[in-house]
């Protein structure tokens, strides 16, 4: 067993990360005896498991992930949702909270229109079908104020930190609140147009610079200088 | 009578040795609305290629439902050669578009998202002669800066006869006054040829020769493909070191 790589090393796809019987996480894959990458992105090494953390991608949907999607297509009992993902997300009106749905009481475009935007969750999904969508839950409907920002999505999980610690730190500092979509569209409220530009620029920052190190460091610097920006 | 392509000291017209591909430039990321994008330049030839998807396949028949499909087109821009070209699809383009898609196809892991579809445009801005080659070698890139899986990289490269002499790279007026002209894609990975071809005549010792040295070409590309996809990202890296 041997390495190639060391971690947090960027790759290409086909590149070779190492020989042997090592486990495969994401983005790799095995040809005989070795292990090569299929993303252009980040290794990373955790004992026996190598993965690569693509720089760019696209979103794929998973159960219970939080999205946010546009409205496409209104249908008679279903609307069409652009999740930013290579399947169209669709939502069951009998998915959205109240009274249940009767087509011959109800209309659908009295909830949604075509270009509205919603917090959903993927309620399943297996490749063979499109992922099915709903809005019963608290915290998930038609969002109504804000600003939503796009990110590629395989840089997600660089924005919430470990346990969450960067999407805190910006919460506090620029005092907006902020949902995060896993397809790459995150919403702030800031209810302020100087938070809310301080918001996209960070969120942008961290879109350019996602895989250095010290990240969270960088953010909180940067938030500070716009701070003292400001008050000046 | 034609002119003479190779002198005395075996030097081409545009100054290469025999075994010397064209100066080289690559660069990725450089459409904003594509998903993936790249910029390549080998000698005279300048290629734009840009991927778009994986995305909902349409017309919906033609989705597939255990991977995806993928689309290609290659295109010559009207003002890429001298003569202006038709704009319309030729008989050329459709088949070039066909055996490139066909060497990419390999490449893909296409079974990972069922129904779906990629697109590739290959636009030739300036030909000089290797474009099918050059095309391939940009859409590789362009599928690698997209983060769509890929299984390695294709590089391409043509080697072929001129004058008797086996060379790499021919330029337009090698490829048209040339005796034989051998288009190889290589994906070191896998160790396959995804693409091979050959137009004009040649012994078996002349081919053997024309391919190793083609694949010699392609492992130089290859090694400047892999320095392009992570330039993008390490230019990021030292702009804030300097800082």
Same mark, same amino acid.
């Given at each position: 067993?041997?390495?190639?790589?060391?971690?947090? !090393?960027?790759?290409?796809?086909?590149?070779?990360?190492?020989?042997?019987?090592?486990?495969?996480?994401?983005?790799?894959?095995?040809?005989?005896?070795?292990?090569?990458?299929?993303?252009?992105?980040?290794?990373?090494?955790?004992?026996?498991?190598?993965?690569?953390?693509?720089?760019?991608?696209?979103?794929?949907?998973?159960?219970?992930? $939080?999205? $946010?999607?546009?409205?496409?297509?209104?249908?008679?009992?279903?609307?069409?949702?652009?999740?930013?993902?290579?399947?169209?997300?669709?939502?069951?009106?009998?998915?959205?909270?109240?009274?249940?749905?009767?087509?011959?009481?109800?209309?659908?475009?009295?909830?949604?229109?075509?270009?509205?935007?919603?917090?959903?969750?993927?309620?399943?999904?297996?490749?063979? !079908?499109?992922?099915?969508?709903?809005?019963?839950?608290?915290?998930?409907?038609?969002?109504?104020? %804000?600003?939503?920002?796009?990110?590629?999505?395989?840089?997600?999980?660089?924005?919430?930190?470990?346990? @969450?610690?960067?999407?805190?730190? /910006?919460?506090?500092?620029?005092?907006? !609140?902020?949902?995060? %979509?896993?397809?790459?569209?995150?919403?702030?409220? =800031?209810?302020?147009?100087?938070?809310?530009?301080?918001?996209?620029?960070?969120?942008?920052?961290?879109?350019?610079?996602?895989?250095?190190? *010290?990240?969270?460091?960088? /953010?909180?610097?940067?938030?500070?200088?716009?701070?003292?920006?400001?008050?000046? | 009578?034609?002119?003479?392509?190779?002198?005395?000291?075996?030097?081409?017209?545009?100054?290469?040795?025999?075994?010397?591909?064209?100066?080289?430039?690559? &660069?990725?990321?450089?459409?904003?609305?594509?998903?993936?994008?790249?910029?390549?330049?080998?000698?005279? =030839?300048? $290629?734009?290629?840009?991927?778009?998807?994986?995305?909902?396949?349409?017309?919906?028949?033609?989705?597939?439902?255990?991977?995806?499909?993928?689309? =290609?087109?290659?295109?010559?821009?009207?003002?890429?050669?001298?003569?202006?070209?038709?704009?319309?699809?030729?008989?050329?383009?459709?088949?070039?578009?066909?055996?490139?898609? &066909?060497?990419?196809?390999?490449?893909?892991?296409?079974?990972?998202?069922?129904?779906?579809?990629?697109?590739?445009?290959?636009?030739? +801005?300036?030909?000089? *002669?290797?474009?099918?080659?050059? @095309?391939?070698?940009?859409?590789?890139?362009?599928?690698?800066?997209?983060?769509?899986?890929?299984?390695?990289?294709?590089?391409?490269?043509?080697?072929?006869?001129?004058?008797?002499?086996?060379?790499?790279? +021919?330029?337009?007026?090698?490829?048209?006054?040339?005796?034989?002209?051998?288009?190889?894609?290589?994906?070191?990975?896998?160790?396959?040829?995804?693409?091979?071809?050959?137009?004009?005549?040649?012994?078996?010792?002349?081919?053997?020769?024309?391919?190793?040295?083609?694949? !010699? %070409?392609?492992?130089?590309?290859?090694?400047?493909? $892999?320095?392009?996809?992570?330039?993008?990202?390490?230019?990021?890296?030292?702009?804030?070191?300097?800082?």
């Amino acid at each position: 067993m041997s390495k190639f790589v060391e971690d947090r !090393q960027i790759v290409v796809p086909g590149e070779v990360l190492a020989e042997g019987d090592f486990r495969l996480g994401e983005n790799v894959y095995r040809n005989g005896n070795r292990i090569l990458s299929t993303m252009v992105g980040l290794t990373r090494i955790d004992g026996e498991r190598l993965s690569v953390i693509a720089l760019h991608g696209f979103y794929m949907p998973q159960n219970d992930d $939080i999205v $946010i999607g546009i409205v496409n297509d209104v249908g008679l009992t279903h609307w069409v949702l652009d999740i930013n993902a290579p399947y169209p997300g669709i939502l069951r009106a009998n998915e959205t909270p109240g009274r249940p749905f009767d087509p011959t009481r109800h209309e659908l475009l009295d909830e949604l229109k075509i270009g509205d935007m919603v917090i959903a969750k993927v309620l399943s999904f297996d490749r063979t !079908q499109d992922p099915a969508l709903t809005l019963k839950e608290s915290g998930l409907g038609k969002i109504k104020d %804000g600003v939503v920002v796009s990110l590629t999505p395989s840089k997600i999980p660089r924005l919430i930190g470990k346990k @969450g610690s960067m999407l805190n730190i /910006i919460q506090q500092k620029t005092g907006c !609140q902020i949902i995060v %979509g896993q397809n790459g569209r995150i919403l702030a409220r =800031c209810g302020d147009k100087t938070k809310e530009d301080l918001a996209i620029k960070i969120i942008k920052v961290i879109e350019m610079e996602a895989h250095m190190s *010290g990240l969270t460091n960088r /953010i909180s610097r940067l938030v500070e200088t716009e701070r003292t920006k400001e008050v000046g | 009578m034609l002119s003479k392509l190779i002198d005395e000291n075996g030097i081409r017209t545009d100054g290469r040795k025999l075994d010397e591909l064209r100066p080289v430039k690559m &660069e990725v990321g450089i459409l904003k609305n594509a998903n993936g994008s790249a910029y390549f330049e080998q000698g005279k =030839c300048k $290629i734009l290629a840009a991927v778009y998807g994986p995305h909902e396949a349409h017309p919906r028949h033609l989705a597939l439902p255990d991977r995806a499909i993928i689309r =290609c087109r290659y295109h010559m821009a009207p003002f890429s050669v001298t003569e202006r070209k038709n704009p319309a699809p030729s008989r050329r383009e459709i088949e070039l578009s066909k055996v490139i898609r &066909e060497a990419l196809e390999p490449l893909v892991m296409c079974e990972l998202f069922p129904r779906t579809m990629i697109d590739i445009f290959i636009e030739i +801005l300036t030909a000089d *002669g290797g474009t099918r080659c050059a @095309g391939l070698t940009a859409a590789s890139l362009a599928l690698a800066d997209a983060g769509i899986p890929l299984r390695g990289l294709v590089s391409a490269c043509a080697a072929g006869k001129v004058d008797g002499k086996i060379v790499l790279d +021919l330029n337009d007026k090698e490829d048209k006054e040339g005796d034989a002209d051998v288009p190889v894609a290589f994906i070191p990975q896998m160790n396959v040829f995804s693409l091979l071809q050959m137009d004009g005549l040649m012994t078996a010792e002349d081919y053997k020769s024309a391919l190793s040295i083609a694949l !010699q %070409g392609c492992r130089k590309l290859y090694e400047m493909q $892999i320095e392009a996809l992570k330039k993008k990202y390490l230019e990021t890296k030292v702009e804030e070191n300097n800082q």
